[in-house]
């Protein structure tokens, strides 16, 4: 693999995979609107992927490869911004391919799934809740029409929950690590007995990248630990391993009566793709 563009390079999960692309002996163009977060021996793009008067592909030098990683308010699951940002990674993902990208691996999420119990597999029916869901499902099956027959290998790595460098991070742990430097003696909490599925970012990162540089395997790829565990054993070690002060609020907010008592990511095929790589 010789070249790979990494969009929403300057992010949380975009500085590690920049920083694996680089361990790997990859050539990476870090692509970003702004770069607060990425060292100074990264070859940086500095633009807006929606802007149609840029040519993504020619000024990052052709790339063989591309991780989509750019989204906006990920962690705002209604953000009208869902929607409309749609068609305009369309549009980007469409004009990559067309330019002559041959690996494409984009981000997705569990969210596109929907109420689940359980394991979560390729086949899973989606039945997404929110608009992030919707536009995340939307634009994989979109781009499953446009890839098929086209020689491109697509990938669509679907991520879950996700901890570490967690001071960047805007999930639940970074929001106790926050209301801990904050001075705050309790952390408002549900009752945490619903099961997830948790992986740190460096081997996220370590997912991603293994999955985006093959073309033996394509389609729906789960990015995830492959083991459920209940938010609040998550938390709790999250406090212990941190040496915080806070304490968790047990049942401060209500269990939702829409969210699963157990979900989680079958991790058989990512687990294959890492063993094959390390061959
Ligand atoms: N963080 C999670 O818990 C999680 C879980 C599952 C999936 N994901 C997905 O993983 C991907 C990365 O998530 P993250 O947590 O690193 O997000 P992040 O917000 O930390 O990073 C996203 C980056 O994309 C960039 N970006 C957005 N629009 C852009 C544009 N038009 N042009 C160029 N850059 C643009 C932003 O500037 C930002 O740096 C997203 O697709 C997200 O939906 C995240």
């Not at 569990?110 to 597999?121: D, L, P």
């Not at 003696?185 to 948790?198: A, M």
């Not at 093959?214 to 941190?242: H, W």
Request: contains cysteine; hydrophobic residues 40%; proline residues 4%.
């Amino acid at each position: 693999m010789s070249k790979v563009l990494v969009t929403g390079a300057n992010g949380y999960i975009g500085t590690c995979v920049v920083a694996e692309l680089q361990k790997r002996g990859c050539q990476v163009v870090a692509c970003d609107v702004a770069f607060t977060n990425l060292p100074g021996n990264v070859d940086k793009l500095a633009a807006d992927i929606f802007d149609p008067d840029v040519d993504i592909y020619d000024l990052a030098g052709q790339p063989d490869c591309l991780i989509h990683l750019a989204w906006r308010n990920g962690f705002q699951h209604n953000a009208d911004t869902h929607l409309q940002d749609l068609p305009h990674h369309f549009a980007f993902l469409k004009k990559m391919v067309e330019a002559g990208c041959k690996q494409l691996s984009v981000m997705g999420s569990m969210h596109e799934v929907g109420y689940w119990e359980g394991a979560i597999t390729a086949d899973s029916p989606t039945n997404p809740l929110s608009l992030y869901g919707i536009a995340k499902n939307s634009l994989r099956q979109a781009l499953e029409v446009f890839t098929k027959g086209k020689d491109v290998s697509f990938h669509w790595l679907r991520g879950y929950y996700i901890y570490g460098n967690d001071a960047k991070s805007s999930s639940v742990l970074g929001k106790i690590l926050a209301a801990d430097k904050e001075g705050k003696e309790f952390f408002p909490f549900t009752s945490g007995k619903n099961l997830y599925d948790y992986i740190s970012v460096t081997e996220l990162a370590r997912q991603i990248v293994a999955a985006s540089v093959q073309d033996k395997y394509t389609g729906i790829i789960n990015c995830c630990s492959g083991v459920p565990i209940s938010l609040a054993e998550m938390a709790e070690k999250f406090i212990r391993d941190n040496g915080l002060k806070i304490k968790l609020q047990y049942g401060a907010f209500p269990d939702r009566p829409y969210d699963s008592p157990g979900v989680w990511g079958d991790a058989t095929l990512i687990q294959k793709i890492l063993a094959e790589c390390e061959e």
